[in-house]
């Protein structure tokens, strides 16, 4: 079984739509994050949720906004999409010790 | 200065050799360190956790964490054509990430010649 999951595995869509990716972790975890890599491969938070409460948003844009169902599920709202918003998203949760990633969703704006 | 720096090579080395990778850092406020696998169009993959300075080993991995020097490395030993993938080094304050999340390295692109 997969721990961390999530759909679609790409995504290609055109400017100025709304969009969203889903998340889904059976781990039992409590906390959720998602993160963004850019074409440089760098990896950078976006997002923490906590039991379903968000903890932390670094100055991510307005467009993007999480929402949490349940504690297994975090998923990621992009409205108006932008060119700039191109990029490998990446959902995680999170043990005691470290964070497990799921296999990344590919978003293409055109 | 950016948080965490490191090397994005791309590192080649054959078939065997023992590999190093680094990582330096800036925030002191640092406690848990970690490196991640990265394959092609897949997820980051946990390869080694430490917790402080210290060293660790896992098989043919070690990795190594010296707080003073703010400076965290990635042995591999016996490398094999399979170990070829980006290896990303992440660091938190809190166990786990917390709250702040994982803070990463942008990567070293490591290639293994058969």
């Known amino acids: 079984d997969t721990a961390v999951s999530q759909t679609p595995k790409y995504l290609v869509t055109q400017m100025g739509n709304d969009k969203s990716i889903k998340c889904e972790q059976n781990?039992?975890?409590?906390?959720m994050y998602w993160y963004k890599q850019d074409s440089k491969k760098f990896l950078k938070i976006m997002f923490s949720?906590?039991?379903?409460?968000?903890?932390i948003n670094e100055t991510v844009p307005n467009r993007f906004s999480p929402k949490s169902p349940d504690k297994a599920h975090l998923n990621l709202h992009i409205n108006s999409l932008e060119l700039g918003d191109s990029a490998v998203y990446f959902c995680?949760?999170?043990?005691?010790?470290?964070?497990?990633f799921g296999p990344g969703t590919r978003l293409t704006v055109l | 200065q950016k948080e965490v720096e490191q090397d994005p090579g791309p590192l080649s080395v054959p078939e065997g050799a023992i590999v190093s990778l680094n990582c330096t850092y800036s925030?002191?406020?640092?406690?848990?360190f970690m490196w991640y696998r990265q394959y092609s169009r897949k997820g980051p993959e946990l390869l080694m956790y430490?917790?402080?300075?210290g060293n660790k080993e896992d098989g043919r991995f070690t990795a190594q964490v010296d707080k003073s020097s703010k400076y965290i490395s990635l042995f591999i030993r016996d490398s094999q054509p399979s170990d070829s993938a980006t290896y990303l080094c992440?660091?938190?304050?809190?166990?786990?990430?917390?709250?702040?999340?994982?803070?990463f390295g942008k990567g070293t692109h490591l290639i293994i010649q058969p």
């Open positions: 781990l039992g975890h409590d906390t």
């Open positions: 430490t917790y402080s300075s």
């Open positions: 995680a949760s999170s043990s005691r010790d470290t964070q497990y």
């Open positions: 992440a660091m938190s304050t809190y166990s786990g990430g917390g709250a702040d999340g994982l803070t």
């Open positions: 949720y906590n039991n379903k409460e968000l903890i």
């Open positions: 925030n002191s406020a640092f406690q848990y």
